[in-house]
Structure formats: C-alpha cells, structure tokens
T-cell receptor
C-alpha cells in the first residue's frame, strides 16, 4: 500500500499552545519523511524531514517524532503562533523510485 | 538562485479545449514534478520528469501528458478539458543532493474550466 494517512483534517490551537499533526503509513519501502508547509496562494515549502533511523528531529519550534514500529510520525509545533496558520502536508519517499507519497493535508489555524 | 517559475499564472479555458502549462525549474535541478491541487483532494501527483524522461506517473487519465526539454524546462498538456480539471497546477523541482525528497514548488497555475 502506497498511502500516507494524515490527521486531523483541520486543527484549531490557541496561541502559545502545541499543535500536533499525525501521519501513518503501511509501506515499509519509505526512506524519508518530509513535512511541508503551505500558505494561501503559495506552493508548499519544505519544513523539516526525518529518516526512519532517527526517532526525533527538532528545528526551532518544529519537531518530528518518528515511531518506526508503529509506522507513524508526527509534527509538533511548540508555542504555536498565528503566523504558523497554514496547511501542513506530511509525505514519504519511496526508496525504489524517489517518488513522494503525500498525506491529504491539515489546515492549522492558530487563534490569537 | 531564481525560484521555480510557472506560466501562465491564471488561465480560463472552455470545456473541450486543450491547455499547455509551462514550468522552469531552479537552475541545476533536473527533476521536475507536476501536481494537481484541489480543495477536496489535496495534492495529487501527476508525473515526474528527470533528464527528459518520465520517471514516475500518477493515476491520471491519458488526457494529461507532459514533457521535459534538454534545459530541464517542462510542460504539461491537458487535452479535451473537463470541468473537473479546474485546479491549481503546481510544478516542483528537486536537487539531486537531497535525493529528491526536497521539492521546491512554484506558485502554480490556476486553471479554470468553464
């Protein structure tokens, strides 16, 4: 199965709170798990990425947690700010042909 | 370096017509991918070209086609347009050093089919 299931579809978080977006996969032939951020009127932009041999990666307020045995990975946004309001996509790269398989996206709204 | 550019930015076509969209990748990027984005379906992968060859293809009908030129610029064509083809079409290019998981997206072409 070449699917990546992303949840929730939408999320509202208060300013200063923690935003958590989850993704799950079944195919073990994925070898890279990037997260993309998309603002209205713009194309998605790479936010942070992780390899399956790493359990956590942190860049500023953004952290990816990876659970290889559960085939799940999640994005945590600490101290969420109104400027973080965007649509977030998780993805997974197939190791056979480098194709990215995308989650359906999560629309995140940070309330001031 | 200049970013990924797409032309035109907006397009209105009539059902049954055909359309060609253009994408210029970042200099040095040889991989170009195309996506269709709609509010209900998210990002749907169309195809990817690498060194003028289609390397990957999504689940779209044959009305959707593409090509890549020797300078890595790419075009996608949609023939016999349907109302459901109305969407934002995004092009992305990738550098080889990240093994293509890092994609740089253009601003997209907004296609409206009436």
């Amino acid at each position: 199965q070449q699917q990546v299931k992303q949840s929730p579809q939408s999320l509202i978080v208060q300013k200063g709170g923690i935003s958590i977006i989850n993704c799950a996969y079944e195919n073990t032939a994925f070898d890279y798990f990037p997260w993309y951020q998309q603002f209205p009127g713009k194309g998605p932009a790479l936010l942070i990425a992780i390899r399956p041999d790493v359990s956590e990666k942190k860049e500023g307020r953004f952290t990816i947690s990876f659970n290889k045995s559960a085939k799940q990975f999640s994005l945590h946004i600490m101290d969420s700010q109104p400027g973080d309001s965007a649509t977030y996509f998780c993805a997974a790269r197939l190791d056979s042909n480098y194709q990215l398989i995308w989650g359906a996206g999560t629309k995140l709204i940070i309330k001031p | 370096k200049a970013g990924v550019t797409q032309t035109p930015r907006y397009l209105i076509k009539t059902r049954g017509q055909q359309v060609t969209l253009s994408c210029s990748p970042i200099s040095g990027h040889r991989s170009v991918s195309w996506y269709q984005q709609t509010p209900g379906q998210g990002l749907q992968f169309l195809f990817e070209y690498f060194s003028e060859t289609q390397r990957n293809k999504g689940n779209f009908p044959g009305r959707f086609s593409g090509r890549q030129f020797s300078n890595s610029r790419s075009e996608m064509n949609v023939s016999t347009l349907e109302l459901g083809d109305s969407a934002l079409y995004l092009c992305a290019s990738s550098p080889p050093e990240t093994f293509y998981y890092e994609q740089y997206f253009g601003p997209g072409t907004r296609l409206t089919v009436t």
